[in-house]
């Protein structure tokens, strides 16, 4: 049995096609496919494509797909899903999924942060294994009223550099950094112009920049219980070089999984299997 989570940004919408074993097989669920798209001005069409593209890479038909499950800002816009979810919700279970150690989530989207703080499962705090489900969020908060700190605010500023994101990474972690003392993104372009304008160096600026945007990002992080593992998700994790100085500033380790951006698909896939487990029991239940 298939089935699919969709994560439809504002910056890229992801997918991800998960094969579940039958009940009595206590096999955990598999990826078999997945695919990260521009969003572009459509978001349905974006959807639609990465939905299309990671049930090709699986070799499974859509109409084989059990259950859909959709998050991103642009859930609401994707008729063929059968649930739409939080991203908070969507992050923690995908995040659990894969550091089952994991108490802190920090995810960087494209116009806005999260920061979620986890249930820690019984075992890790000593106790025997069960009774909370993985990714069950104990609180949260957001960084959604600007750009600032967000992914869009590095975009702006990657663009005022003429760096792409990789390219200013690396000017980044060779550079000493500067002080950006704006974190509105109209002010700090300015702010940016006119460090250009007295030759500061692009790598000075561009490690200025992480280095602000990292201490936003604590700022927001240490309003909340800090437990367990660090796991850092989102387009902006795909940067060694942020997530370095995002662990330099919160004085931890941060943990990145192999695949960042795609995180918030799996979790609404592991979603969409947990609703395919629930109605397996409730069948045999029945019978």
Known sequence: MYVAGIDVGSVAAKAVVLEVQPLQAQMPPRVVGRAVLPTGWNTAEAGEYALE???????VERGAL??????????????FADKAVTEISCHA???????????????????????????????ARGGKPGGTKPGAVRDFLMNDKCAAGTGRFLQVLSGILNMPLDELGRAAS???PVAISSMCAVFAETEIV???????P???????????????????????????????????????????????????TVNV???PQTVGALGAALIAADWLERNSRTAVASI
């Open 194 to 200: 006119g460090l250009l304008a007295r030759s500061t």
């Open 93 to 123: 279970r995908g995040a659990a999924q894969l550091f089952p150690q994991a108490g802190l989530v920090l995810d960087i989207g494209g116009q806005d942060s999260k920061v979620i703080s986890l249930e820690m499962p019984r075992e």
């Open 66 to 79: 059990q259950r859909v499950t959709a998050t991103g800002y642009g859930r609401i816009a994707l008729p």
């Open 257 to 259: 999984p192999d695949d």
């Open 202 to 252: 692009p790598q000075d600026i561009a490690a200025g920049v992480f280095r602000a945007i990292a201490r936003r990002m604590c700022a927001l992080a240490r309003r909340i219980p800090m437990q367990g593992q660090c796991v850092f998700t989102g387009g902006l994790a795909t940067s060694p070089a942020f997530a370095a100085i995002l662990s330099d500033e919160l004085g931890l």
């Open 174 to 176: 060779t550079g000493n």
């Open 53 to 59: 593209k990671a049930c090709t890479q699986a070799a």
